[in-house]
C-alpha cells in the first residue's frame, strides 16, 4: 500500500480522477438542482395557461378612469369571491380537487381550521391555488391576492389587446410555486430524472478513471525506460539507448538522456584510450633509459659522451611527455590560461622563428614569412609562444629535406588569422580530422620515429580553445600540411 502511495503513476491517476469526479459531482449537483427549478417553473407556466377566462373577466372588470382594480384590492374577500367566479378548476370534466366546492377552486370561506381531506397529500392546503394566487399592477407592485413571492415566480401578463405594450399592458397575474409536486406523478418524473443523471455520472466517473489510467501509464512508462537507463549508466555501461517513439516533452528528455549516454560513452571510451596510449608513450622512453642504464651497469656499454647523449635523449622525450600531458590536464581543468595581457603578436612569432632557425636551416628548410611591423593582441604570451613552437617543431620535424615552410600572419576587423604551410609529405585526407586527437599520427607519413609526443596538435588546440579560437588542418599548395588559426579580437 506505500508502495502504492509512493508511485508517481499512482499520484497522476489520483489527482486526475479525484479532479473528474469532484468536477463531475459538482456538475451533477448543479444540473439537478437547474433540473428541480426548471421542471417547477415548467409547472408553473402550464398552470397559468389556466387562467384564460380569470385574465379575460380581468380585462372586463378593468376601468380606464380607475387603473389598478381597486375594487378587487380593497378586500381580501372581493378578490377571492372574483376568482372563485372565473377560475375553472383542473379536470373540469366533473373532477374537483378535494375539499374544494363545486366550481370553485379555493376552500369554503368558513371551513374550520383542521387537517386536510381524505385523499389530498400533507400540506395541500398550502398548495391551493388561493394562497399561490396575486394581482399585480402595471409596475409588477402587489394589488390582491397572496402577501409574499417565493424563490420561484412566474406571472402572466393582462392585456386589453394583443400588442401588450404601453397603456394595453394593463398588470399581471401572479403565481408562486407550491412547496411540493402536485401529484406523484411529477415527482416520480424527477425521481426518474435524477436517476438517469446519477447514472450518467458514474459512467462519466467510470471513463474518466480509465482515462485517467491510460494518462499515468503513458507517462511512467518512459519515465521507468529513463529511470533503468540511469541505472545503467551508473553501473558504468554507457551503451543502452531508448527507443525514442514519441514528440513531447518526455520524448526530447528521452533525446537528451540518449545523447548524453553517447557523449559519456565516446568519453568513456577517449579515457580508455587515453590511459593506454599515456602507459605506451611513457613506456617507450623509459624502457630506452633502463635498457641503456642496465647496459652501463653491466659492462656492456661505457658510460660515454654517446651513452650519455641518448640517455638524455630519452629523458627530454619523456620530459617532454609529462608536459604535454600536464598542459592537456590543466586545459580539462580550465587552468591552463592564467592572464591575458596586451601583446605583439609579430614579435612573438619573430621570436619564435628565430629560436627555430638553427634546426630549419640544419634540415635545409627555407622560411617565407609575410607578417605585419606590429600586431597588438591580448593573449596569454607563454601559451602562444607554445603553439608556435609546437607548429615550427612539427613542421621541422615532418618535412623532407630540402623543404620550405609559409607563415603568414593576417589582421582583420575582428579577427587575427596566422596559416603555416609546408612541403611533403601531406597526411591522407582522411586523417586531416583526426589530427589534433591526442597521441593520433598518420603513420604513413609523420610517425613516432621522428621523435614527437603525439601530444602536440592537442596541445595546440587546447591553448587556441582556450583563447576562445579555432585551430583546423588542410591540404596546403605547397605539397604538405596547412594549419590555420583563427582567434578572436575580443577573448571572453
Known amino acids: 500500500m506505500s508502495r502504492f502511495r509512493q508511485s508517481l503513476a499512482s ?9 473528474a469526479v469532484l468536477t463531475i459531482a459538482i456538475m451533477a449537483l448543479l444540473v439537478a438542482l437547474s433540473m ?24 372586463l372588470a378593468h376601468e380606464p378612469g380607475a387603473p389598478g382594480w381597486p375594487e378587487l384590492a380593497s378586500h381580501p374577500k372581493v378578490w377571492n369571491d372574483f376568482v372563485r367566479a372565473h377560475f375553472q378548476p383542473r379536470g373540469s370534466d366533473g373532477f374537483v380537487r378535494p375539499g374544494a366546492l363545486p366550481g370553485r377552486p379555493f376552500p369554503p370561506p368558513d371551513r374550520p381550521p383542521g387537517p386536510p381531506p381524505p385523499g389530498a397529500p400533507a400540506g395541500a392546503d398550502n398548495q391551493m391555488i388561493g394562497e399561490r394566487l396575486m394581482l399585480l399592477g402595471p409596475d409588477g407592485k402587489r394589488l390582491a391576492g397572496a402577501e409574499d ?24 397575474i401572479g403565481l408562486n410555486a407550491p412547496l411540493y409536486s402536485e401529484n406523484a406523478s411529477d415527482a416520480f418524473f424527477l425521481r426518474r430524472q435524477y436517476v438517469s443523471l446519477a447514472l450518467s455520472a458514474f459512467i462519466a466517473v467510470l471513463v474518466s478513471a480509465a482515462a485517467a489510467f491510460f494518462v499515468a501509464r503513458q507517462i511512467l512508462i518512459p519515465i521507468r525506460q529513463l529511470e533503468l537507463g540511469a ?102 581543468e580550465g587552468g591552463l590560461m592564467t592572464a591575458f595581457d596586451a601583446e605583439d603578436l609579430s614579435k612573438i612569432v619573430r621570436e ?14 627555407s622560411l617565407d614569412l609575410a607578417l605585419p611591423d606590429a600586431l597588438p593582441f591580448a593573449c596569454d604570451r ?21 623543404g620550405r615552410v609559409r607563415l603568414r600572419l593576417h589582421d582583420a576587423s575582428d579577427r587575427v588569422q596566422l596559416i603555416m604551410d609546408d612541403t611533403p609529405p601531406a597526411p591522407p585526407q582522411d586523417d586531416l580530422p583526426r589530427l589534433f586527437d591526442r597521441f593520433y599520427r598518420a603513420e604513413s607519413s609523420r610517425s613516432r620515429d621522428y621523435g614527437g609526443s603525439g601530444l602536440g596538435l592537442s596541445v595546440c588546440k587546447a591553448i587556441i580553445a582556450g583563447h576562445g579560437g579555432k585551430i583546423t588542418a588542410e591540404p596546403s599548395d605547397l605539397g604538405g600540411l596547412r594549419i590555420i588559426i583563427s582567434l578572436p579580437r575580443e577573448t571572453t
Open 11 to 19: 499520484r497522476i491517476f489520483i489527482a486526475i480522477a479525484a479532479t
Open 36 to 59: 428541480r427549478d426548471g421542471f417547477a417553473q415548467y409547472l408553473l407556466r402550464g398552470e397559468l395557461t389556466r387562467f384564460d377566462d380569470l385574465e379575460r373577466a380581468l380585462v
Open 149 to 172: 413571492q417565493s424563490g420561484l415566480f412566474e406571472r402572466r401578463a393582462i392585456c386589453s389587446d394583443d400588442d401588450c405594450t404601453g397603456d394595453s399592458l394593463l398588470g399581471f
Open 231 to 332: 541505472k545503467t549508466m551508473a553501473s558504468g555501461d554507457y551503451t543502452a539507448r531508448i527507443a525514442q517513439d514519441r514528440e513531447d516533452e518526455l520524448g526530447q528528455l528521452i533525446g537528451h538522456y540518449n545523447a548524453l549516454a553517447a557523449t559519456l560513452e565516446r568519453t568513456d571510451k577517449a579515457e580508455r584510450e587515453w590511459i593506454s596510449n599515456t602507459s605506451h608513450e611513457l613506456q617507450t622512453p623509459l624502457a630506452t633509459l633502463r635498457a641503456q642504464i642496465e647496459a652501463v651497469q653491466d659492462g656492456i656499454r661505457q658510460p660515454d659522451a654517446q651513452t650519455l647523449a641518448g640517455m638524455h635523449s630519452a629523458m627530454m622525450r619523456l620530459s617532454r611527455l609529462v608536459q604535454d600531458i600536464k598542459t592537456l590536464s590543466h586545459s580539462r
Open 352 to 365: 619564435a622563428i628565430e629560436t627555430a632557425q638553427p634546426q630549419l636551416e640544419a634540415k635545409q628548410i
Open 382 to 402: 607563454l601559451r602562444i609562444r607554445q603553439v608556435i613552437d609546437n607548429l615550427l617543431q612539427n613542421a621541422i620535424r615532418y618535412t623532407n629535406t630540402p
